[in-house]
């Protein structure tokens, strides 16, 4: 068996402009789920029976059900849907079928990602221990302040690991928007493999790809967290490795 | 200055406080003594609204409550009024030293953050930790993180300090160095109300010992009268047990 070197070089040229559309979901998903994530989290943890049922309803629905079935029902669903209440309800002749796909990656990666992070934020929460919730008010802050101030912070430097792997995750799942005809990595590979059916040398090379991206996120989470949980660092561990080194 | 009457609190069907009245006056150190489960951390948590009472009033300089359903206003004036050392310290983990005192004065009382940290090291130096501004909770030894609990609660000149254990989560050794320093802030006139099984500490500091079992309060009176001539058989009982502990040889 013989590889096209050639062509897999061209690829990886070609599928190198793929990366910022990849990124591009990841980033506005992580950006828009990590509030919607947290309003969830507090409606869980919060005393309204009606909130916490349905929150929990949704996210094992999103859970329970595999992205390609999503991706394929919203697909079908949303631009039919919504071309009829454009042109059926509000009366107006825009041509939803127009619309830059990406819009409807997003929509999906964003209810997902909501989702597994409501639940990270909820287990990262409950790993702060309540007396320094007591403590704040003991010295006169409100809950708002202690959660701000004092359980916020730790409850994120606990959630770091849990954050980076469902952006890896979700940097993974990106590559199912080529079903959506949104034009990212796996999309750009596929149409270039499709040519001369050198299918084999393009998905070689993407796979290179995600590796070196994911490579990229967990590095970078792995310095945030470094940084970040410099507080629960023992002055012996420190010393020790000052001795050692 | 303090006064407390009828508390009654209970955790379904446990009823921990049955009608516990309390009263404490400037410049007092209220020693509260009594087997475990008798409801003295209840107590304690309820004076500063920790813990929600199911009855009782609250008389506290110019401010009259009933503990059931205080308003917040209420409840945040009660607590800049009081300051709380904790059992299990509490501190924040992710300040330091320094910044666990600083918080209270900064966030809760608006104190400017200069006045803030010339205070919070005041309070630090005065428990002994004047090398240990910039330490993490996670690089002090217990006895040093509870010595920064006491610092944060008297850097926000409380009326009134309570303490819930604080020695219980202590090793042996380190125990000495924080009843030191509730000693001194005794000696310099803090009005303190005080949950604690260290006996000989109790004896010395206390200007009123009241022990409670079951949830109500058996005896109170000065600390030679509670340790020497308890009126009250039960009291005995508590006294020749935790009194006779110290003498384990092993």
Redesign the interface.
């Known amino acids: 068996m013989n590889l096209d070197l050639q062509f897999m070089a061209e690829t990886f040229i070609d599928v190198l402009h793929g990366i910022p559309v990849t990124f591009q979901i990841v980033i506005v998903t992580l950006l828009v789920s990590a509030p919607l994530g947290f309003l969830m989290t507090v409606t869980k943890l919060g005393d309204g029976r009606i909130g916490r049922r349905a929150a929990a309803a949704y996210v094992s629905f999103v859970r329970g059900t595999p992205v390609v079935l999503q991706i394929l029902f919203l697909y079908s669903l949303l631009p039919t849907l919504l071309n009829y209440l454009i042109k059926e309800v509000c009366g107006l002749s825009y041509n939803i079928f127009t619309v830059n796909p990406i819009l409807y990656a997003y929509v999906v990666f964003i209810l997902n990602t909501t989702a597994v992070l409501s639940e990270v934020f909820r287990s990262a929460l409950l790993t702060v ?1 309540k ?2 919730m ?9 809950r708002f ?1 202690a959660y701000v ?2 359980i916020i ?2 409850a994120l ?1 606990a959630a770091l690991p849990n954050i980076c792997n469902t952006t890896v995750n979700l940097l993974k799942s990106t590559s199912l928007a080529f079903m959506m005809t949104v034009k990212d990595v796996t999309a750009i590979a596929k149409i270039d493999a499709s040519f001369g059916y050198n299918y084999l040398e393009a998905y070689l090379v993407i796979f290179f790809i995600y590796i070196l991206l994911c490579s990229l996120v967990q590095g970078v989470f792995h310095l945030t967290e470094r940084a970040a949980a ?6 012996s561990v420190r010393n020790a490795r000052r001795v050692f080194s | 200055m303090l006064k407390v009457e009828n508390i009654k609190k209970s955790f379904g069907d446990n009823q921990v406080l049955q009608g516990v009245d309390i009263e404490v006056n400037k410049g007092d150190i209220v020693v509260i003594l009594g087997p475990s489960g008798s409801g003295k951390t209840t107590l304690l948590r309820c004076l ?1 609204f ?1 813990e929600k009472a199911d009855q009782g009033t609250m008389t506290f300089d110019d401010i009259n409550t009933r503990l059931h359903g205080a308003s917040k206003q209420v409840i ?1 004036k009660v ?2 009024k ?3 050392v ?1 059992q ?1 310290y ?7 030293a320094l910044q666990n005192v600083m ?2 004065l900064v ?3 608006k104190v400017p953050k200069a006045e803030a940290k010339e205070r919070a090291k005041k309070a630090l130096d005065k428990v002994g930790l004047a090398d240990r501004y910039d ?5 002090l030894s217990g006895g040093q993180q509870q010595r920064v ?1 006491i610092a ?2 008297i850097a ?1 000149n409380p009326d009134v300090l309570i303490f819930d254990e604080p020695t219980s989560a202590l090793d042996p050794e380190l125990i000495g160095e924080v009843l030191a320093v509730m000693k001194k802030l005794a000696n310099e006139g803090a009005t303190m109300i005080i949950v604690t099984h260290e006996m000989t500490f109790a004896q010395e500091v206390a200007s009123k010992v009241v022990f409670m079992d079951g949830g109500v309060i058996v005896e109170q009176g000065s600390a030679k009268q509670i340790f020497t001539a308890p009126k009250e058989e039960r009291t005995a009982q508590f006294l020749r047990r935790v009194l006779k502990d110290y003498d384990y040889v092993i």
Not at chain 1, 230 to 235: E, F, N
């Open positions: 221990n007396g320094q007591e403590a704040a008010l003991s010295i006169g802050m409100n302040q101030r004092i912070p730790q430097t410099a507080y629960k660092k023992p002055a | 500063n920790l945040a607590r800049k009081t300051a709380f904790f299990n509490n501190l924040f983990q992710n300040k330091t918080e209270g966030i809760a009382r330490y993490y909770p996670s690089q609990g944060r609660a926000v």
